[in-house]
T-cell receptor, first 114, second 114 residues
Framework: GQNIDQPTEMTATEGAIVQINCTYQ??????LFWYQQHAGEAPTFLSY????GLEEKGRFSSFLSRSKGYSYLLLKELQMKDSASYLC???????????????FGRGTSLIVHP | DAGVTQSPTHLIKTRGQQVTLRCSPK?????VSWYQQALGQGPQFIFQ???????QRGNFPDRFSGHQFPNYSSELNVNALLLGDSALYLC?????????????FGPGTRLLVL
């Protein structure tokens, strides 16, 4: 199975940049997802990384290092509406038991203040 | 194009009762996964259905069962409810390929067991 670790809570100022880290352990890595979840709502897809490097999508970017079992989500020009939980999820596709079902971390609650 | 829909949005039950939750996948998706999300936690995988059969299952007891219909919609049934079953139940749909396709989540059903 996977062990996924991300900070429980982070705070940042409107207009600033914040980096949310995620570390994981898996036997057969097959992709890493980031989701945003506002309180009481469903997770919404932000990004998918399967190869090393940085994927940029507007104000949000996601980075992956498979050798280090590490990813981060970078949010630029923070807005109040970015206050939400950010979920890191890892998919294990190993033949020994991988299921292609992503396993989610507990999420990082981001609070953006004025 | 409707996304993933779930019903009901909220539900209150008492211990020992049974509950059925429903999900309609996004148009073009034939695979449905169910997750349980307790407060402050990430979603936990319950099971996945495609071609009307349970294909993969997470670490949940047999009290949790499901069904998929020919139109790809799905039901989650929970018998003998426990207080600990109180959670947000999320349905996610995806196309049945093993590539980088992501899952799209419905709005969830919030279940409270008293």
């Amino acid at each position: 199975g996977q062990n996924i670790d991300q900070p429980t809570e982070m705070t940042a100022t409107e207009g600033a940049i914040v980096q949310i880290n995620c570390t994981y352990q898996t036997s057969g890595f097959n992709g890493l997802f980031w989701y945003q979840q506002h309180a009481g709502e469903a997770p919404t897809f932000l990004s998918y990384n399967v190869l090393d490097g940085l994927e940029e999508k507007g104000r949000f970017s996601s980075f992956l290092s498979r050798s280090k079992g590490y990813s981060y989500l970078l949010l630029k020009e923070l807005q109040m509406k970015d206050s939400a939980s950010y979920l890191c999820a890892v998919r294990d596709g190993s033949a020994s038991g991988g299921s292609y079902i992503p396993t989610f971390g507990r999420g990082t609650s981001l609070i953006v203040h004025p | 194009d409707a996304g993933v829909t779930q019903s009901p949005t909220h539900l209150i039950k008492t211990r020992g009762q049974q509950v059925t939750l429903r999900c309609s996948p996004k148009s073009g998706h034939d695979t449905v996964s169910w997750y349980q999300q307790a407060l402050g936690q990430g979603p936990q995988f319950i099971f996945q259905y495609y071609e009307e059969e349970e294909r993969q299952r997470g670490n949940f007891p047999d009290r949790f069962s499901g069904h998929q219909f020919p139109n790809y919609s799905s039901e989650l049934n929970v018998n003998a409810l426990l207080l600990g079953d109180s959670a947000l139940y999320l349905c996610a749909s995806s196309p049945r390929t093993m590539g980088g396709e992501t899952q799209y989540f419905g709005p969830g059903t919030r279940l409270l067991v008293l």
